[in-house]
């Protein structure tokens, strides 16, 4: 089954401990879609501008991702310029140029809009209103966020929150969303706002995954030569949402194995910068990381 | 097999958002005595005043603790108050009064010397040097610190740790022991210090266990209400160390189900004040926990 993501298209400028990268190829919805696609065809709403490189539209028609809802718009592209230290859970915002975004109110086409599996990256949650009520009959509808929302649209963000089925998020962004320090409590606050499913990211701690009843935990691969950690969130919702959407299932069993690959392919993301290691990964590569997986959890 | 445990025994006074406790049953050797001698035979090595209230030996006796190594001395006992706020991984000291410890040099029987199983609970590592000293023939020696004796003794430290099998510590100590701040590399740097087996405690992040050429990550067990963690650290070392011993094995598989055990001792110390918890649990309680993690981590 194919995945509908709606969410940004970017040109990152990113300096990390490893080094620096210009102009690269980022965005929520692009890294969403190279994971997922991995695993199934991803249709791709968004905006860029005229200056959007030709390279990166072949490297997203390469992994089988459709690319008529990216809208190519007179003017610049969305730009991201930021820095990481040594922990890669701290990022500073260098510079943000929404660009063409700015006026980004996207239109499904008719087709789009009976998508079965939707994804609802990392943007105002403003517009993902917009998208949900143009959607109709999907089976299942996950959703992303991050602090600034919370911070400054915290009602759109609610009313979206009541309308998804999984919404993904991270930890700090997970407690204060519900006001909640223990982890536990806040996956509960969250799936009590609306979504049957609530996961929360712990970067290297790894995930934990609220569902009915159930509570499941997985570690982060152990990456040890991290080079950049754009995108990682972005490229598990892909992984997650992609095994999902490839297997037609959503039993605990099937969740629990979705969260392994989403960890995957975060992990794929993190060895390079912008899409360089994920763009490449073979089914070789996610099999031997679901092996190694199974190793480290196992007693 | 019994284990020796060289350590403190205290009276602490500790504040949470859960409320207060005032001069309870403290001290790293006790946590750790507590949670081992649910698994084997502990022989305690610690001193305490004459005002060490006799309730309390009833208690380490009930838990089959031989205090035939515990000294009591005229004077007081070592007494800490502390104050935890909402993240329970910071936690600050108001007062510490090393009391008759303050002398303290222990001094092993003889069949105490040649105790196949033993644990270092945090004390100064000087301390620690002078226990070595004096066993022989030890099948497996373990040992823990903290920040302090990181930083002020830090020589007598690294002494320590190429004298112990295991040595145990949380994730912030491993980064400034190490100098790494990613986790799996700090890890393998600790065994490049002498002990064959690492472990990195994460609080509520679960535990990491670093053994040859492999690598275990163990979830914490969920608890959503946290009352004290004052001991949780020794009480997992405990959980860890009394598994071992009672089986007498430390193959792979016996270290990654005696992760197990240690993080459900110290999910039940922390779920009350002091031992309030941890003292009465029986195995029932412990071996639904276990079903529990089980649960909590198979995909």
């Known amino acids: 089954m194919s995945i509908l993501v709606v969410g940004s298209v970017a040109l990152d400028t990113v300096e990390t401990p490893s080094g620096r990268a210009e102009e690269v190829l980022g965005g929520s919805a692009t890294y969403f879609a190279m994971a997922a696609g991995y695993f199934t065809r991803v249709n791709l709403v968004a905006v860029v501008g005229s200056d959007f490189p030709e390279d990166y539209l ?3 028609q390469g992994r089988s991702i459709d690319l008529k809802g990216l809208e190519i718009r007179e003017g610049k592209t969305f730009r991201w310029k930021g820095r990481y230290g040594e922990d890669p859970n701290e990022r500073e915002t260098l510079s943000l140029c929404l660009n063409v975004f700015e006026d980004f109110h996207p239109q499904l086409s008719e087709d789009y809009c009976s998508s079965e599996y939707v994804f609802l990256a990392n943007i105002d949650p403003g517009l993902h209103l917009e998208i949900l009520k143009q959607l109709s009959g999907s089976k299942l509808i ?26 993904i998020l991270n ?35 790894g995930v934990l995954l609220f569902s009915e009843n159930d509570y499941f935990a997985a570690p982060a691969y152990p990456v040890e030569s991290l080079c950049d950690p754009t995108g ?56 031997r990381k679901y092996r190694k997986f199974k190793n480290l959890v196992r007693f």
Chains 1, 2 share one sequence.
């Open 58 to 60: 072949n490297l997203l």
């Open 171 to 205: 930890d700090s962004e997970a407690k204060m969303l519900t006001g909640e320090q223990n982890l536990i409590r806040a996956g509960r606050a969250i799936r009590s706002l609306g979504p049957g499913i609530a996961i929360i990211k712990k970067g290297e701690h």
């Open 142 to 167: 996950a959703g992303d966020t991050m602090n600034i929302w919370i911070e400054k649209r915290r009602e759109a963000l609610l009313r979206m929150l009541s309308g998804v089925d999984i919404f």
């Open 232 to 287: 990682a969130g972005d490229s598990f919702a892909g992984g997650f949402l992609g095994y999902l959407a490839k297997n037609g299932r959503t039993d605990e069993g099937s969740l629990r194995k979705a969260v392994i690959y989403g960890s995957i392919m975060a992990s794929y993301t993190v060895e390079g910068f912008s899409l360089d290691r994920l763009k490449s990964v073979t089914e070789e590569d996610v099999e």
